[in-house]
């Protein structure tokens, strides 16, 4: 089982571009949510998605944006960089039917916006 | 969803139990108390969770007690690969109508195995 896998690892992107990241969950399961990470900070929530519909939401402003395929996969979208978008970007997946479950994190996409 | 607190940083000796202590005085009756640890530059790796009895499994325990208001990791024998930032969380389990819910991560605790 190749757990979450998370592409690519490291990104560098110039201000006011825009970036996409991709993760693959788990293996059997269907909830992917992304997180960011800034340096020396706990991971703040973006958003989860399951059965390819956004279903909550962090305190993001919508340059951030995400979809969900079929096969469950997932992308983030970060539109019009700032420096201070720079962060680790962390991928989890989890089943949702089983109210305890834990959610399983990827190794993460570090975004360095120059 | 609930807030935990946790001490800035902890020591301990290789070898020996780490305890480290969460606040949650504010949890409520549906929600789990969750253990995440991150090691440098890597993404979180699950620990063990509870509700309100004590769970151990092949990692760590984890005490609750009977009013829920605060909890502890022990880590029973420490080693060097123990050193890592520890995340105590309050999960909030239904929500968008999935019973799944979103991780709130505070700061934690930095937990330094020393030899």
């Known amino acids: 089982d190749a757990g979450v896998t998370q592409s690519p690892t490291h990104l560098i992107k110039t201000r006011g571009q825009q970036v996409t990241l991709r993760c693959s969950p788990k293996?059997?399961?269907?909830?992917v949510s992304w997180y960011q990470q800034a340096l020396g900070q706990g991971p703040q929530f973006i958003f989860q998605y399951y059965e390819e519909e956004e279903r909550q939401r962090g305190n993001f402003p919508d340059r951030f944006s995400g979809h969900q395929f079929p096969n469950y996969s997932s992308e983030l979208n970060v539109n019009a960089l700032l420096l201070g978008d720079s962060a680790l970007y962390l991928c989890?997946?989890?089943?949702?039917?089983?109210?305890?479950?834990?959610?399983?994190f990827g190794q993460g996409t570090r975004l360095t916006v120059v | 969803d609930a807030k935990t607190t946790q001490p800035t940083s902890m020591d301990c000796a290789e070898g020996r139990a780490a305890n480290l202590p969460c606040n949650h005085s504010?949890?409520?009756?549906?929600?789990?108390v969750y253990w995440y640890r991150q090691i440098h530059s890597q993404g979180p790796q699950y620990i063990i969770h509870g509700l309100k009895n004590n769970e151990t499994n092949e990692m760590a325990s984890l005490i609750i007690t009977e009013d829920r208001k605060s909890s502890t990791l022990i880590l029973p024998h420490a080693t060097l690969r123990d050193t890592a930032v520890y995340y105590c969380i309050v999960r909030d389990l239904y929500a968008g109508g999935t019973s799944y819910g979103k991780l709130t991560f505070g700061q934690g605790t930095i937990l330094t195995v020393h030899p």
């Open positions: 989890a997946s989890s089943l949702p039917r089983r109210s305890n479950t834990e959610a399983f």
């Open positions: 504010t949890i409520s009756g549906n929600e789990y």
């Open positions: 293996s059997g399961h269907d909830t």
